[in-house]
């Protein structure tokens, strides 16, 4: 892909999101408004994450609830639906085109997008 002007990132954005956005908008061609867009959701998915998991550092995976018993931390689950967002954003602006097909599959790039089909004989 062709390189595209700096684009500031978002103010609100950790450091470690704002270089990464940095590093993506020098690298990508990211022109159109609906992908900064994206890319903005995928670092603040990042930053969710990365503070889950300082939440979770510091308290720990569990907690007693008031019967006493071990419950999840609700953080768990913040951390899973950020990783798992910010995944699927990265999936979706393309930027892991790299990234093999699974077993059985053969990859098929149309436009900026990816898209797997059966191989014949699989």
Known sequence: MSKTNGAAPPAHLSKE?????????AQYAVADPHHFKLL???????????????????????????????RAHP?????????????????????????????GFEKVTRAHSRHYRRRKGA
């Not at 999101?17 to 908008?25: E, G, H, L, Q, Y």
């Not at 998991?53 to 018993?69: C, M």
């Not at 950020?82 to 699974?102: K, M, N, T, Y």
């Open 40 to 70: 903005r959701a995928a670092c603040e998915a990042w930053d969710r994450l990365q503070q889950a998991r300082g939440i979770l550092a510091k308290e720990g995976v569990t907690y007693r609830d008031r019967f006493g018993a071990p």
């Open 75 to 103: 953080a768990l689950a913040v951390e899973r639906d950020s990783r798992i967002g910010f995944a699927r954003l990265v999936r979706q602006l393309g930027f892991d085109d790299s990234a093999p097909a699974p077993d």
């Open 17 to 25: 999101a704002r270089d990464w956005w940095k590093a993506v908008t």
